[in-house]
């Protein structure tokens, strides 16, 4: 048996672009359940153990591609701010974007299109839940975690008392939007749908997967890489 398969998922996507990309394609979720092994991630796929494995191999063989950096080693300020200036703007800009074109789309074309319709409803919920949690990060979140490192951990007790409540919190909303995410590949059946000769259908479609590949790379940076040190660098400097 292949070696990786023992291997939580989020432990070789940090180090290995090219599995996250594989991943993506496949729909293996990385980031939300990243301590699964691989073995027990690709049971929830209805793809073959083997040909990952296969494709795996072929991707690596490669020219490696992706984060020029070792993101994972950056200062934990930094981290928190390429992600707020980078994937929650990205975020932001392509939900009104899309949100904006489904609805253009639905009056011009499909009134009464009950998958679209639903598209629309669960776009629509994935947009406030984003939109909410991402603020709560903005405001609350990172600009503790800048303090931390400003301060080298010597601050005053937060009032949320450690960090691992909040971080607790935007976990549970970060698998509440992986499942309105979800909810949309099914609803478009990943992507490909009857109207696939519509340009403007054709551009939604694109903006969606931009944004569910984007989302991943998101929430990986955060729950596999961000989170988990900056729980470690508050126990360290409070004795916890």
Not at 56 to 72: A, H, Q, R, S, T
Not at 123 to 152: D, Q, V, W
Not at 161 to 180: C, G, R, W, Y
Request: glycine content about 2%; proline content about 3%; charged content about 30%.
């Amino acid at each position: 048996m292949d070696p990786l398969l023992d291997q939580k998922v989020s432990e070789i996507a940090i180090n290995n672009f090219a599995f996250i990309k594989l991943c993506q394609e496949f729909n293996i979720d990385f980031y939300c359940n990243g301590n699964a092994t691989l073995k027990e991630a690709l049971k929830n796929t209805d793809r073959n153990e083997t040909e990952f494995l296969i494709r795996l191999k072929e991707v690596n063989d490669n020219k490696p591609y992706g984060f020029n950096v070792k993101i994972e080693d950056w200062p934990l300020d930094l981290l928190a701010d390429y992600i707020q200036k980078t994937h929650h703007r990205f975020t932001d800009l392509i939900l009104v974007q899309i949100k904006s074109a489904v609805n253009e789309y639905l009056e011009t074309h499909h009134p009464k299109n009950e998958n679209l319709l639903i598209f629309q409803e669960q776009l629509n919920l994935l947009s406030k839940e984003l939109g909410g949690h991402m603020k709560k990060e903005e405001l609350i979140l990172f600009p503790y975690i800048r303090k931390m490192i400003a301060t080298r951990g010597a601050m005053e007790e937060p009032r949320f008392k450690s960090v691992e409540n909040p971080i607790d919190m935007m976990i549970h909303e970060h698998d509440t939007a992986f499942q309105l995410l979800k909810n949309i590949r099914s609803v478009l059946n990943d992507y490909t749908i009857e109207d696939i000769n519509s340009v403007e259908m054709n551009d939604i479609l694109s903006k969606m997967k931009s944004l569910d590949t984007d989302l991943g790379l998101h929430l990986h940076l955060e729950n596999n890489i961000l989170f988990p040190k900056v729980i470690a660098f508050e126990k360290i400097k409070l004795n916890l």
